[in-house]
């Protein structure tokens, strides 16, 4: 999988919301992977939102279009090796975003976020949009 990319949360709510940035660049990328954590994070939203089913089926739509990427032996190693660096820098970041950014490196990964506190994951491909 290496030179693709994973989508974080923040790049996927842009793409909801139509952001053109996000829009245009996706366009011409010819395979793109979400994390599992970041649908949760997505369903959550979903969940509080006053539209629910409609963002639940616009959340089922993209994932079924796309590959989902799950949590398993090797990114928990990834996840502890992550956490620990950062505990070791004084550096905490979301618990949720270390698992996006273990699933990232496990498949080799370049991550497309719009949060800064990624570029804290040594080792961590990162695409700031």
Known sequence: MNGE?????SVMIALFASDPTVTGRLRNMREIFIPSIALGELYY????????????????????SNVVLSCNADSARQYGEIKDRLRRKGHPIPENDIWIAAIALQHGLTLITRDAHFSAVEDLEVEMW
């Open 5 to 9: 990319y994973l989508l974080d949360t």
């Open 45 to 64: 939203g979903a969940y509080r939102s006053n539209q629910l089913l409609k963002n639940v089926a616009i959340i089922e739509r993209f994932a079924a």
